[in-house]
């Protein structure tokens, strides 16, 4: 599964149209319906009921929009947290556009959902390399310090 179908499912449950929901999402709406599908064969059911008037959840799309939603949003707190983080970052890399992340990513969209989840619950600490990088310091395998010239244990003086 990836984010790009939970997208589509969220979009297509707003719009109950699969042509508002592919044009929404930016997509040919064969490729909207096409996704869909896959996603069903991959959860193992049908998603929506469809009739020529209106499309709704069936009993297991119901049961999984929960979760959809959580990913969803996960996914929109990941693009701001990344926008974020490249709006203020040093000019020293290449910074691209986090525009349309989503659709680019292909992580299972259940990673997602942990990943998110664990980073809510247990923010990360202070990474290593940022203290050294503010001790003036370098960091090094297995957290042993430098001093710069590459060496990341004390050098020992030898008597000749």
């Known amino acids: 599964m990836k984010i790009r179908q939970v997208t589509y499912f969220l979009a297509l449950y707003e719009e109950q149209n699969f042509t508002r929901a592919a044009r929404?999402?930016?997509?040919?709406?064969p490729s909207l319906t096409?996704?869909?599908?896959?996603?069903e064969q991959e959860i193992g059911g049908?998603?929506?009921?469809?009739?020529?008037?209106?499309?709704?959840?069936?009993?297991l799309g119901a049961l999984v929009y929960p979760e959809f939603v959580r990913i969803g949003q996960s996914t929109e707190n990941i693009e701001r947290i990344a926008a974020s983080f490249v709006a203020s970052s040093p000019k020293t890399f290449d910074?691209?556009?986090?525009?349309?992340?989503?659709?680019?990513?292909?992580?299972d969209a259940a990673t997602i959902s942990?990943?998110?989840a664990?980073?809510?619950?247990h923010p990360a600490p202070q990474a290593t390399?940022?203290?050294?990088?503010?001790?003036?310091?370098?960091a090094?395998?297995?957290?042993?310090q430098s001093n710069g010239d590459g060496h990341s244990l004390p050098k020992r003086k030898t008597e000749d």
């Open 24 to 29: 929404r999402c930016g997509v040919a709406q």
């Open 34 to 39: 096409r996704a869909i599908q896959l996603l």
């Open 46 to 59: 049908r998603l929506f009921i469809r009739s020529n008037s209106s499309i709704r959840l069936t009993e």
């Open 95 to 107: 910074q691209k556009p986090v525009e349309g992340f989503t659709r680019a990513l292909s992580i």
């Open 114 to 116: 942990i990943l998110a």
């Open 118 to 121: 664990g980073l809510a619950l």
């Open 129 to 138: 390399a940022l203290k050294s990088a503010q001790a003036g310091t370098h």
């Open 140 to 144: 090094a395998p297995f957290g042993l």
